[in-house]
């Protein structure tokens, strides 16, 4: 493979590889090579839950990130929001790799992404709100991001070494994801009248689910911390008390914006089940 | 899966055969930064002979997301199975995390002659949440055509997850700076 036609020997492929440049399905297992084995002091049931609802939560938000493509308001900030959707998508990857050889269904990640319905995702309701304004799309990003950030650092500690392994990468990967949203809330909390006034009412909006996540990972003084520096900086408010949420997405209770985002994800998977692309 | 298994007259269960297949598999370039090979790169972390005569090579990936690896993984194993070696295994290592201070000096030379700014160092995991800078950090990345060091970032994300969008305000060229993480 030369430097010049690096493209096009990619494109040879090779005769012992299904090697591909796409995320579509039937993809090798991310996770292999990677010792199987769970720690006798780990419990199975609970490590398997824990990775499905994260991988869960990465997948329905890089989902929602990868809508802005050819809708952000600059060509940057689709490049921005499609590389942070894939990092959680790559995070999924390996969530649901790790939940596959847990839970003892050996399931790959696609039965896990393509073939479950709305009620067996255990991701939080934020992920799944339809994006909206921009404005709001930040605001989740920055809560999403902070949430998950505190909740990988202390996963990074975890008995069960390739969930830590997970974690301890993600962390620098959420580090970055959450800084270019919190940007974007000074940015245009301490904008133009108008932004200022989307921005509040976006932070109002994300707010009320707060309750949701803590009750998933207890990471308030974190979260909270994160967004009084930024909403202070933004010359936003940022409500008092935030009412909790009833249900829970943990619990597969889902708003109505869920299935119509799964029908599209797994359209192709679902008509085509024995393709790979 | 990337496990190849094929046979050959080839016999090579030395030590001298397992410092060959690490300089074999040192020379693979990475897919998107062709440029570097995955050694240069810091992704290839070891290639071993097993007593069985199993090359097993390691390789930590870049980012969570990183749509190359599994064309890293077949190009080892093929380049691997080219050099005769009969049985190749190449493994994921999630841990340590992959950073950019593993890129080595010679890829980083090899990035700027390429007119790609190289990453400076990582920054260094305290103890405590991770904090969020929100004040204005004033970072030097010197131009890779000119040296100047006016430049600035016109975005964060780039073609790659690897790789932010400079400029020169100097020499008024664009450039690719590979973030530190």
């Known amino acids: ?277 | 899966m990337v496990t190849v298994l094929t046979d050959t007259d080839t016999d090579t269960d030395t030590d001298a055969d397992a410092d060959r297949a690490r300089r074999v598999a040192e020379q693979v370039p990475d897919p998107e930064l062709p440029m570097l090979t995955l050694a240069d790169l810091g992704v290839l972390r070891e290639v071993t002979m097993t007593p069985e005569g199993t090359v097993v090579a390691d390789l930590t990936p870049t980012y969570s997301g990183c749509p190359a690896m599994s064309e890293m993984r077949a190009e080892v194993a093929a380049r691997l199975k080219d050099a005769g070696y009969r049985r190749v295994e190449v493994r994921t290592v999630l841990d340590p995390p992959w950073t950019t201070d593993w890129i080595t000096p010679e890829g980083r030379r090899k990035l700027a002659e390429h007119g790609i700014a190289p990453p400076g160092p990582a920054p260094r995991p305290a103890p405590g949440p991770v904090p969020l800078v929100l004040s204005a950090t004033r970072q030097v990345v010197p131009c890779p055509r000119c040296g100047a060091t006016d430049t600035e970032e016109t975005s964060r994300f780039g073609a790659t997850s690897c790789k932010a969008l400079w400029r020169c305000r100097a020499c008024r060229e664009p450039f690719e700076y590979v973030k530190e993480i």
């Open chain 1, 1 to 277: 493979m030369s430097d010049d036609h690096v493209y096009l020997s990619l494109a040879e492929g090779h005769d012992d590889s299904d090697a591909r440049w796409a995320f579509g399905t039937g993809f090798e297992d991310p996770l292999y090579g990677v010792s199987t084995a769970v720690p006798e002091n780990v419990d199975r049931a609970e490590l398997a839950a824990c990775c499905l609802a994260l991988a869960d939560d990465a997948l329905v938000t890089a989902q929602r990130l990868a809508e802005w493509t050819t809708r952000a308001p600059e060509l940057e900030e689709e490049v921005a929001l499609a590389n942070i959707g894939l990092d959680l998508l790559g995070q999924a990857r390996l969530l649901y790799a790790r939940c596959g050889q847990v839970d003892g269904t050996a399931g790959g990640e696609d039965a896990y992404a393509y073939f479950r319905d709305a009620d067996d995702f255990r991701n939080v309701r934020l992920a799944e709100l339809p994006n909206g304004d921009f404005a709001f799309s930040m605001a989740r990003l920055l809560v999403f991001s902070s949430w998950r950030l505190a909740h990988f650092e202390a996963l990074a500690g975890s008995a069960d070494p390739v969930l830590a392994a997970i974690a301890a990468k993600g962390v620098k990967e959420l580090t970055y994801h959450r800084q270019y949203a919190a940007e974007w809330v000074v940015r245009l909390g301490d904008g133009t009248e108008e932004s200022h006034r989307r921005m509040q009412a976006a932070i109002d909006q994300v707010a009320p689910h707060l309750g949701e996540l803590f009750a998933a990972h207890e990471a308030r003084t974190e979260v909270l911390a994160v967004l009084r520096q930024v909403t202070e900086a933004a010359g936003l408010s940022l409500p008092d008390a935030p009412p909790s949420a009833a249900g829970s997405g943990r619990e597969g209770d889902h708003t109505e914006h869920l299935a119509p985002l799964l029908a599209e994800l797994q359209s192709v998977a679902r008509a085509h089940p024995e393709a790979t692309w």
